[in-house]
């Protein structure tokens, strides 16, 4: 396992519901991340979270709402969503995140996502 | 803007036989590349890296991939295939001058080894 770890693995939700996404990291990185992995697409970068500040925000719909409340969590709070939001939802952490392009990811196993 | 692409959706190889996925990457400065393999149902797993140096990079599972700055590609490799070899496998890009912290990663290729 790599320490980074997400609950639920599987979700379904019809579009009117509000649930929430979880990941945690035992790597004691500062830099999380959330990507949506979806079929026949190269992964997409949604957020990045340096030392629990929000640095980047790739033009995800608000439907989509990150929260980092510490280094180690960090949440993505999904409402009203779309059935072509159904994918595979990646979180990653590193070590130093904007500070070094040499840093190296490491993610967990995802929360694969079905929107009805 | 950086870019990176895996020409091969699909590759098929026959148990003990070399293996090679190939990588190509476009970028202003310096890379640093990467590769990563998913297997079915997981996320994804990182297999090496290069950040500088020797060209022949040496990662996890046996995996090694050479680094040609001429023909600007970072092609994985491994000398005997294994069953359980067959997974998905990424390469990624970060452009080093660009500024940018983000990893640009390829549409993946499907590896599949036959017994």
């Known amino acids: 396992e790599t320490g980074v770890t997400q609950t639920p693995r599987h979700l379904v939700m019809g579009m009117t519901n509000k649930k929430s996404l979880k990941c945690e990291q035992h790597l004691g990185h500062n830099a999380m991340y959330w990507y949506k992995q979806s079929a026949k697409k190269p992964l997409e970068l949604m957020f990045v979270y340096s030392l629990e500040e929000r640095v980047e925000n790739n033009s995800v719909p608000s439907r989509f709402s990150p929260e980092c409340p510490n280094s180690s969590h960090l949440f993505l709070h999904l409402h009203t969503l779309q059935p072509e939001d159904s994918a595979l939802y990646l979180c990653?952490?590193?070590?130093?995140?904007?500070?070094?392009?040499?840093?190296?990811?490491?993610f967990g196993p995802g929360t694969r996502l079905t929107v009805l | 803007a950086q870019s990176v692409a895996q020409p091969e959706d699909q590759v098929n190889v026959a148990e003990g036989n070399p293996l090679t996925v190939k990588c190509t990457y476009s970028?202003?400065?310096?890379?640093?590349l990467f590769w990563y393999v998913q297997y079915p149902n997981r996320g994804l797993q990182f297999l090496l890296k290069?950040?500088?140096?020797?060209?022949l990079v040496k990662g996890s599972y046996g995996f090694e991939a050479e680094f040609n700055k001429s023909q600007t590609s970072f092609h994985l490799k491994k000398p005997s295939a294994l069953v359980s070899d067959s997974a998905l496998y990424f390469c990624a890009v970060r452009d080093l001058w660009a500024g940018s912290y983000q990893l640009t990663f390829g549409k993946g290729t499907k590896l599949s080894v036959i017994p």
């Open positions: 970028v202003s400065g310096n890379p640093y």
């Open positions: 290069y950040i500088t140096g020797d060209n």
């Open positions: 990653a952490s590193s070590q130093e995140g904007l500070t070094s392009t040499r840093d190296t990811q490491y």
